[in-house]
């Protein structure tokens, strides 16, 4: 009778012990600080995260949807440079920077049309970079050039832009936010145009260290800089190129927010020539940056590993919950580029080999 006695109060031991060890996976507890500094909020975020490796287990894409093919109609056959946006109905809006054109294709894949081409004239790029889907237009972004058309592909106006700019963000009360081209230095920013292009005012730029020197009008000259900018719920935020740092600014340029993630960053490696022109090594880089509709923060994460041969590239999503806590890193494999998250929490992959397409993936939380 002892004997039974003992060996029901083991199993019962057992039982509350090892319970809550599995519990223990999904429910450790958050590595980090939140402390306020001159006012502003610092988040810093330590360790492997609130799921840490078992983040594969929690976090799974599911594909719902591929665009693209390797033989078959012109539509579907892309260059390697993609940009995606997504408007209200789920369309989904390829630029497709290679061959000058942006395609729309329904929430189910098929295509409805294609606007531009190669050329300087109405409707028509030279190096198109970004786009943008508000309510009533599709906003094509070249470097000194803004293209507007109405939301059937109809050609409506081109303007110049008056400061070079790497990428559309947002159009707010009938203006655009854009990211700035930063020449021979490390950092990032953002200004505010007119729809026109007329430059209302530079928000913020934060950059670094001179890397080369600009060589003049007629001589060659390196153009990299680096970092991202992101707007969510009324707030820009400006992801640092040469650390891991989030900056989070109210719309008139205050600052309110850091966030941090304590891992070293590797900045590029600069060889410049004394003839003009250089070389730039891209090694580790953080961003860009996107949101889901609760506010779970996402940051793309490359982490460069090994030396010579054994060099290589590791590919990461970061996710953060709303309150920017760190749940962990998702490895993704070096051929499925994330360039879209939307808000209907789909994301958008460009796989570029052994032919570019889009895959259409869906979040699943375990």
């Known amino acids: 009778m002892k004997f039974r006695i003992c060996l029901l109060f083991n199993l019962f031991l057992c039982f509350i012990l090892i319970i809550p060890a599995k519990n223990l996976i999904a429910k450790q507890k958050w590595k980090g600080k939140i402390r306020k500094e001159k006012g502003i909020i610092i988040i810093e975020n330590k360790g492997n ?7 594969k287990n929690k976090i799974s894409f599911k594909e719902i949807l591929s665009i693209g093919v390797e033989e078959g109609p012109d539509y579907l056959m892309f260059g390697n440079y993609i940009k995606v946006d997504v408007d209200q109905e789920e369309n989904v809006y390829i630029l497709d920077s290679q061959n000058s054109r942006v395609l729309k294709f329904d929430k189910n ?38 293209h507007y058309f109405d939301k059937n592909g109809n050609f409506k106006k081109t303007y110049r832009m008056e400061k070079p700019i790497k990428g559309i963000i947002a159009c707010p009360d009938n203006q655009i936010i854009a990211s700035l081209l930063i020449t021979g230095q490390v950092g990032v920013g953002c200004a505010f145009f007119t729809k026109e292009g007329k430059l209302i005012r530079i928000f913020k730029s934060q950059v670094g260290k001179k890397i080369f020197e600009d060589r003049g009008k007629n001589k060659a000259k390196l153009i990299w800089g680096g970092g991202y900018v992101n707007i969510f719920k009324n707030s820009i935020y400006i992801c640092l190129p040469e650390k891991y740092e989030i900056q989070v600014y109210a719309m008139d340029g205050k ?52 030396e010579g041969k054994d060099f290589h590239y590791e590919y990461y999503l970061d996710f953060f919950n709303k309150d920017f806590k760190f749940l962990g890193s998702y490895p993704v494999a070096k051929d499925m580029d994330l360039v879209k998250a939307d808000s209907f929490n789909n994301f958008y992959f460009l796989q570029k080999y052994p032919f570019p397409k889009i895959i259409k993936c869906t979040l699943e939380m375990h």
């Open 255 to 306: 600052l309110i927010k850091k966030i941090f993630r304590d891992i070293k960053i590797k900045p590029a490696e600069v060889q410049v020539f004394e003839g003009g022109g250089g070389f730039v090594m891209d090694m580790d880089e953080v961003g860009p940056i996107y949101f889901l509709k609760d506010g779970t923060l996402i940051v793309k994460l490359r982490l460069a590993k090994g």
């Open 109 to 146: 894949g098929k295509f409805l049309w294609q606007v531009g081409r190669k050329g300087q004239g109405p409707g028509e790029f030279e190096y198109p970079e970004d786009l943008i889907i508000t309510e009533n237009e599709l906003i094509v972004a070249e470097s000194t050039r803004i």
């Open 49 to 55: 995260g609130i799921y840490g490796k078992d983040i």
